[in-house]
């Protein structure tokens, strides 16, 4: 079992650059989540989805996007990536929002020069 | 506005010792709470999910307990190895799909 797979796992951009970070899971969980975690400042909710066609705004979302075209898949985007998006990304999903257990990928470390 | 706080940010023990970690959150209105493991450079791995209508959850040496009316949630390992250095991270779910996290406690164990 794969669980949730992220991709890439290292990217290195310079200011202005755009990239898209892809999370794909196959547990057929309806519910997917991007995290960031930032030293000192914990876990923060970017974006989320609660099924295929939707997504929703967490904590921290401006300067992000996403879509969930596929139930499989979530994909985050940087349109214009600044240091301040520096950080470790994170996806999860889970099968129910109330009572779903999380389970989390490996992280992809993006640095914004 | 619900936080999590875990106190101590940092634990260091000797091998056998048995952990406490503790977790605490202001809003007792949650759906589960949820105990996981990060190993550093990877991913949260989760440990123990806890609904709201139950009080423990155990799994092998690990036991956590859940106070709604105390906004206090407490995961015990029993005889600590090595292998259990990790940083461990309470979350707590409540209304509007809205996951809260602890800042952690980064626990070392020495042989």
């Known amino acids: 079992n794969a669980g949730v797979t992220q991709t890439p796992k290292f990217r290195v951009l310079k200011t202005g650059q755009s990239m898209t970070l892809l999370c794909a899971q196959d547990?057929?969980?309806?519910?997917m989540y991007w995290y960031r975690q930032d030293p000192g400042m914990g876990l923060r909710l970017i974006h989320y989805?609660?099924?295929?066609?939707?997504?929703a705004k967490g904590e921290v979302p401006d300067g992000y996007n996403v879509s969930r075209l596929k139930k499989q898949n979530f994909l985050l985007g940087l349109e214009s990536a600044a240091p301040s998006q520096t950080s470790v990304y994170f996806c999860?999903?889970?099968?129910?929002?109330?009572?779903?257990?999380?389970?989390f990928g490996e992280g992809s470390r993006l640095t914004v020069l | 506005k619900q936080e999590v706080t875990q106190i101590p940010a940092a634990l260091s023990v000797p091998e056998g010792e048995n952990l406490v970690l503790n977790c605490s959150f202001t809003?007792?209105?949650?759906?589960?709470l949820q105990w996981f493991r990060q190993d550093p450079g990877k991913g949260l791995t989760s440990l123990l999910l806890?609904?709201?209508?139950?009080r423990e959850q155990t799994s092998g040496r690990l036991n956590a307990s859940l106070d709604k009316s105390s906004g206090r949630s407490t995961l015990y390992i029993a005889a600590s190895q090595p292998g259990d250095s990790a940083t461990y991270l309470c979350a707590v779910f409540a209304a509007g799909n809205k996951l809260t996290f602890g800042g952690g406690t980064r626990v070392l164990v020495k042989p």
């Open positions: 547990m057929n969980h309806e519910y």
């Open positions: 989805s609660v099924g295929e066609g939707t997504t």
């Open positions: 806890i609904q709201s209508s139950q």
């Open positions: 999860a999903s889970s099968y129910s929002s109330g009572t779903g257990e999380l389970f």
């Open positions: 809003d007792s209105a949650i759906y589960n």
